[in-house]
């Protein structure tokens, strides 16, 4: 396949960017292109709440007349509006901090642009990243949602707004709207990347990470955001140089309440996969992962909105008060015990990976829930994040209504560049 | 001893807040007693970026007024310029922030105010927190360095300025200036006070504490940042209730590089704590901290800095600059595994309190260094910061040149109230 045979807008990142450091496409017909698709699309997507056209363009111009920059070079990005820009407002999805400007980039930001890539605008995010849903719908049928928190950078880079673009989980922020939009989302190893310039939610939880439209995609914003070049090593995505993956099937203990849609691409995975896998069941000491996980959020969240709470109550909406109400009245020894015990699981989490590679599991109960009142329930993905394991989303089937559907698969802890390698080689098998 | 032997500017934070709940003094005075030593002393010890006068005596009548609002009724605290303020200008020590005015507090100013203390100013941080030195003096010798990064914070509380201050540390910065002023510093376990609204320098490390003149100060303010009761318990300080700890004589694997004076504060404690206290040696898996702890601090704050160190390379100090270029030329695959090297090393840190509720180790070298060209070797913090464990300073001899030294207890992690209640019977201890 050539590149032209499919427009600009629609290529992969990691096709973009080899064409751009070859020279063979411009940044400028790019970003033109990602704006093209924009003003076409954004009027009913609501991906976006800040655009930056005149610099994107400026700066595209800039980096076709002078060296490749970096591993991003020409390659447009938006921003989740929750982490800060230096030269777009920042608002953390809540009027509290309309018009907000940054003095900064966040780390993730700068680290990007550092990578050559063009800051095209800030996407969505649900107010200060919980579950209020947003504006944002779906692409794929406007009367779904696209989930959340992330909404506006998975709606963006499924409709070919934009190559690439930032986000971040507490709960299942990443991973639920890459499903729900059929895209690549990944959740970097906690503490992997910094946060700084991020608005805090909970910081045993909060991670950032990007969605793209294939692995090899967020492997190269990997590579940048944690400086690790071993994510976007090239011999990763070739089939003759990477050994077939070890890879366990981890239905959870929440399995029962996965729907036909998921059912259906568990079983489609598991014949693809025969020969490679093998079931494994949670050990003991990694039972309750959800609630501990609802309880550690929801603690920290209500401490570090501290503020907003005692000041601007009038301007949150009904559920996030409710849920930093619930937090205030966690103890703070609960929250110790609690603590300790996501130590201990961690430990023993990484115990599961001595025979395995991978972590095969549910993405999300099924297809993106019809209407805007919801961005969906982050069920299946509360006890990796708890457990600080990199996870990767895979699209690779369609539900009963004929949106997205697909599956993560889960790494050990700080060993992302296996867990992208072996995504790679998952994906293929599950789409061939 | 009753309440007014002693000028009011000089009363330990509990006596103050007993005092002020019982409404035995009032808010208003204990803050124009603060007020007025600051307008003595400052000029000399530069511990001050702001003062928030006017503003705090209108609070002070207002809590004077009305209902006891919690465990900091009244009481005067300052802040750490590392720390948002809504209502102060917040510059963390930089040029490149002058001026800054944040939108919200900190989670941790918040919670303090919360709680009723009555913010006074915001105290001075070193550049970015890091090793170059502020301009803040000794209290008690102005030829010496106060040590940093949380300089202006320990300042004022040694020298009667505020009975309270929040501080930070990612090596040193809260033990070392605790040590070097001769207060008591305390540093909660890793991740229990939400730093939602500090400027970031590295997640793996930063952690905010504060500083008192009395275990009991530090534990009132530790009770209302984790929101964890146990930690001001009466029964913690109450000798007829507490019984003896089981204490752990760790003077870590840099012993021989701490000075005559610290050698013989050691020597003091190891004889007024003889028969509750046995010598440990950390295992195997615990060497190599101290180059750890560096690494990983260098190369997350390279990464967090970014956006300054890509923008505003001019307005940084040469020791901070080099710093950065350092932490951009370790791999992230070297901070990958030193991540999982700390991850397994926490996981045996805690092995090490199966038989002991804390260790007593070294904080400092020695006394605060002369001169104001360093702010003193953060060495025998370094380790502890690295495993997360919560610690805290106790003053109680002085060195050859009649500065204070002292020495820091170490707890098991999330376990800071069982710290504190022994911090307080070995510090009677060791100064009775």
């Given amino acids: 396949m050539t590149l032209h045979t499919r427009p600009l807008h629609q290529l992969d990142a990691w096709q973009a960017a080899e064409a751009l450091a070859r020279r063979d496409i411009q940044s400028l017909d790019l970003v033109r292109a990602c704006l093209d698709r924009i003003g076409e699309r954004d009027a009913e997507i609501h991906a976006f709440v800040e655009l930056n056209a005149d610099a994107a363009l400026a700066l595209a111009r800039t980096l076709d007349a002078g060296p490749v920059r970096g591993l991003l070079h ?95 989980q507490t709960a299942g922020s990443l991973i639920r709207p890459a499903a729900f939009c059929g895209i690549v989302g990944y959740k970097p190893s906690h503490n992997r990347v910094s946060r700084a310039g991020v608005k805090s939610l909970s910081e045993t939880l909060d991670t950032i990470g990007g969605f793209g439209r294939s692995v090899r995609d967020v492997a190269l914003l990997g590579a940048v955001l944690t400086g690790d070049t071993r994510l976007a090593d090239p011999r990763n995505f070739d089939a003759s140089a990477s050994s077939a993956p070890r890879i366990g099937l981890c239905a959870t203990p929440d399995w029962s309440l996965a729907d036909e849609d998921t059912q259906q691409a568990w079983a489609q995975a598991e014949k693809a996969l025969a020969g490679f896998a093998q079931p494994v069941t949670l050990p003991a000491e990694l039972q309750g992962l959800v609630a501990r996980q609802k309880a550690v959020q929801t603690f920290e969240t209500a401490r570090s909105l501290r503020h907003e709470h005692r000041h601007h109550a009038q301007r949150l909406s009904a559920p996030l008060l409710a849920l930093l109400e619930d937090g205030m009245r966690i103890s703070g020894e609960t929250h110790a015990q609690n603590l300790q015990a996501v130590a201990q699981q961690r430990h023993v989490a990484n115990e599961l990976f001595r025979d395995l590679d991978v972590l095969l599991a549910p993405s999300a109960i099924g297809e993106a829930p019809a209407g805007l009142t919801t961005t969906g329930d982050p069920l299946f993905c509360r006890g990796w994040t708890l457990l600080g394991l990199p996870c990767i989303h895979l699209p690779f089937a369609r539900g009963r209504t004929g949106l997205p559907v697909g599956l993560q698969l889960v790494g050990r802890f700080a060993d992302d560049h296996r867990l992208l390698a072996a995504a790679h080689w998952v994906h293929e098998r599950l789409t061939r």
């Avoid at 921003?79 to 901090?97: C, E, F, H, R, W």
């Avoid at 680290?111 to 605008?121: P, S």
């Fill in 74 to 168: 020409g390659l447009p990005f938006g921003v989740k509006d929750l982490l800060d820009t230096a030269d777009l407002p920042t608002a953390y999805g809540s009027p509290i901090y309309a018009g907000q400007q940054p003095l900064a980039d966040a780390a993730a930001v700068a680290l990007c642009r550092e990578a050559g890539a063009v800051l095209l605008g800030k996407t969505v995010s649900t107010e200060l990243a919980n579950m209020h849903p947003s504006v944002t719908r779906n692409p794929h049928n406007l009367q779904h949602t696209p989930g959340g928190s992330s909404s506006g950078s998975a709606a963006a880079v499924a409709d070919g707004m934009l190559p690439l673009a930032l986000g971040t």
